[in-house]
């Protein structure tokens, strides 16, 4: 007796993906704005930098200008959005439509990052900024859960590498805990710029428990990784896509782990790996030969992010929807990837619970399910 036919297909349909629920923990504010909102924003501040004022030809600019295999030049796109955040209308309209566009992509959680010292320009204060950032996603939840979208979404306050604010945010980051805020990060050029800089911040934030992830293994390779784990003791590692630098696969597939991705894998070290802005900055040739299969295969504690939706022309979906594509993931993995991530977050363990078992699990049953119910021959 064959059984051909009569089993879940294995491949989760473009729709199944965009209604699954997902989650975010690597998502930059001031790299996932629409077009058309940049467009507006400019012509509300008098910005006149922008490259052209067509909101479809300006996505298509950020793609292509963030294209360029390399970080530094990457990073550069993003003095355009930096531009048209400064006012507290801003920051409360980006933030919110951020909101929206994740719920409507089907992410039920999301940690979204954004370096608060850039907003300065125009003369608000930094806590004015996260206060305006704040505003603006649980307008953006409110809006949505209209529309029929469930979503929480918290943010992690960055500091950027090459400058000497990191105290000042950590600070920030503390002060605003429980009140939006669930962590910080540090960004931006990693080369020359190593994170134990900023030994001082996270010696304060460690003193005062809180959490923090470190951008780390991206256009760097292991020492940043091991900076970031063992002096910086980082809870995530954004990226940490070069941790397979320390993994050896042989001609007959037997695979050897060294000192630091072995400690990386056995202390459950999250890593946010965001497929499509790797192959822009070039920490990975294409999607099949991306590092996300190997350390998957390995049980690494491995998440999917974005990291930059409007410089990366991507979203949730499309980045599980590469690597359906690339490994043949099932809902099953989606769902491994899913709760890792959830389990990875910066939110109270009994909310983690409670996701996982109450929204991840039993969506994930549901669109599971779906084959059974479907058209008949
Ligand atoms: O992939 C990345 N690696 C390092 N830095 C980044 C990446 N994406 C964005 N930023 C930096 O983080 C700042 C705050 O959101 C952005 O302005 C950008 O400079
Ligand atoms: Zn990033």
Redesign the pocket.
Known sequence: MTLAGTTAPRVPTAEQIARAPKVLL?D?LD?GLRPETIVELAADCGYEGLPTTDPVELGVWFREAADSGSLERYLETFAHTCAVMQTREALVRVAADCAEDLAADGVVYAEV?YAPEQHLEAGLTLDEVVEAVNEGFRLGEANARARGHRIRVGTLLTAMRHAARSQEIAELANRHRDRGVVGFDI?GAEAGHPPTRHQAAFDYLKGENNHFTI?AG?AFGLPSIWEAVQCCGADRL??GVRIVDDITVGEDGRVELGRLAAYVRDKRVPLEM?PT?NLQTGAAASYAEHPIGLLAGLKFRVTVNT??RLMSGTSMSREFGHLVDAFGYTLGDMEWFTVNAMKSAFLPFDERLAMINDVIKPGYAELKAEWLFGPRG
């Open positions: 690597h930059h790299g990052r960004a951008h991206e954004g990226h965001c802005s990291d930059n």
